[in-house]
């Protein structure tokens, strides 16, 4: 089966965003630019740890001396809900972070979950053979703002227990630190 690659150069939209209450979200990626919208489904934890890697990239192309803005732009904020229709493409099984010198932008790359002994792709390939991909260049001015709004998505879940720091849900859950009692948010 022949591999696609949704490669977005100058995206319009990149974010994260959910569907579904509390505790029962899914997550996604979502690119658009121009007319042409790309979303593929990821875990919470996947979300999260892309928003602080980016972080932690951003920092070290800093160090070199780049120019990094320190914080997310405010008029690049977006807290719009996903496009719709939303059609996932594929679930997300690794990614890739890369910082590109000569066009001075990041390169995120989502790969589809694939086969347990295939490889993932290094970044930039677009060999025939492999997993979906949606490839992604942010300027460091963009990544900032899809990793705040990231943050803010993965933190709008279920409030967590204040003694076992497991989540909470609206009718309370059975805590280990209580003894299995029922707790109460």
């Known amino acids: 089966m022949s591999r696609t690659v949704f490669d977005y150069d100058r995206p319009d939209r990149f974010v994260v965003g959910t569907v579904g209450l509390p505790g029962e979200r899914t997550f996604y990626l979502q690119a658009r630019q121009g007319v042409e919208v790309t979303s593929v489904a990821l875990e919470k934890a996947q979300a999260s740890a ?40 594929f679930r997300v099984g690794a990614m890739a972070l890369g910082w590109d010198e000569a066009s001075a932008r990041i390169v995120v790359e989502a790969h589809a979950v694939a086969e347990e002994d295939a490889q993932v792709p290094e970044i930039g390939d677009d060999d025939p053979v492999g997993p979906d991909t949606l490839r992604v260049w942010l300027t460091p001015a963009y990544a900032r703002a899809f990793a705040a709004r990231a943050e803010r998505v993965v933190a709008a879940g279920r409030p967590e227990c204040p003694f076992c720091n497991g989540p909470l849900d609206p009718s309370g859950h059975i805590c280990p630190r209580a003894n299995g009692y029922r707790r109460r948010g």
């Not at 602080?52 to 977006?78: C, F, H, K, M, N």
């Open 50 to 89: 892309l928003a602080e890697r980016i972080g932690d990239l951003l920092e070290q192309v800093a160090s070199t001396g780049a120019t990094v803005p320190t914080s997310a732009p405010a008029d690049l904020a977006d807290s719009a809900p996903l496009d719709l229709p939303l059609v996932e493409e």
